[in-house]
């Protein structure tokens, strides 16, 4: 009669189908980590290609990810371990069913526990989409239509956000070549007009490597902020994208901190 405590080649085989599958669960969550960190990533991207858009956080979905990448290595190396164990407890005809897989009830419990976490994430996040609907009518009021051109609130009137770039600039150096009151030369006209001025000022110093990079740029330069009031009374400050004229020009992009500086003039100034 054949000895039942000897392993045959269906035991071994069976260990190695395990250690397979071990390593298929490990493969499946780093990819799923990898899609859902990526994720937080690829909506980052994405903003940039918009430059009207603020760049949003990734979020927890980078750390989610990052998470599911690292249990799936876990995963696969302590299967690797339990796969060895395996092996020798069948040249021993050691007893292989004596307790529970401890891997898998891990694996189960970690699973379950980033699940609950990403759950309760989306739900936190949810209401957030939907904040106000005066404050997303706002945010779509200063998105521009035309490709390139940011445009920004201003918590003071025209007159006063001007006098205020004007000081920002005069404390940073940067020489105002000219205003252009709009408004005041279509009074003189005899036509009607909103509160309309344009800043026109620059730094020799940082245009003219920019210039000496691409000669086209001469066209957009000297930098350019207008300030102006719309129908409603509301004032906007608008302006270039940097990431537009640097794309319109072909800039070095070791050049663009050199125009990017307009984003945060114009930031200080709608405060």
């Not at 001025?197 to 691409?214: D, H, R, V």
């Amino acid at each position: 009669m054949p000895d039942d405590s000897k392993p045959t080649p269906r035991d071994f085989l069976a260990v190695e189908r395990t250690f397979l599958a071990w390593i298929r669960t490990g493969l499946a969550l780093m990819g799923l980590g990898f899609v859902l960190a990526r994720f937080g990533i690829f909506l980052r991207e994405f903003s940039l290609n918009q430059p009207s858009l603020s760049p949003p956080s990734s979020g927890l979905s980078l750390w989610f990810g990052t998470a599911l990448i690292l249990l799936g290595v876990l995963v696969c190396l302590l299967s690797l371990v339990r796969y060895r164990k395996l092996l020798q407890q069948l040249q021993q005809s050691e007893a292989l069913l004596s307790r529970p897989s401890m891997m898998a009830m891990m694996a189960a419990l970690l699973l379950a526990i980033l699940g609950v976490a990403m759950a309760i994430y989306l739900i936190s996040v949810k209401p957030i989409a939907g904040n106000n609907s005066s404050e997303a009518q706002e945010i779509s009021m200063a998105l521009s239509p035309e490709p390139g051109i940011l445009r920004i609130p201003s918590k003071l009137s025209v007159d006063a956000t001007v006098a205020r770039l004007q000081a920002i600039l005069q404390t940073k150096g940067v020489k105002l070549f000219t205003i252009v009151d709009h408004s005041g030369e279509a009074a003189s006209a005899g036509l009607k007009m909103p509160n309309t001025k344009l800043l026109i000022f620059g730094n020799p110093k940082a245009g003219t490597p920019l210039m000496l990079a691409s000669p086209s740029l001469a066209l957009d330069l000297p930098l350019k902020i207008l300030v102006a009031e719309d129908a409603t009374g509301k004032v906007w400050i608008t302006y270039n994208a940097p990431a537009y004229l640097q794309a319109r020009h072909n800039l070095p992009a070791e050049l663009l901190p050199n125009i990017a500086v307009i984003e945060s003039l114009a930031a200080k100034a709608a405060e």
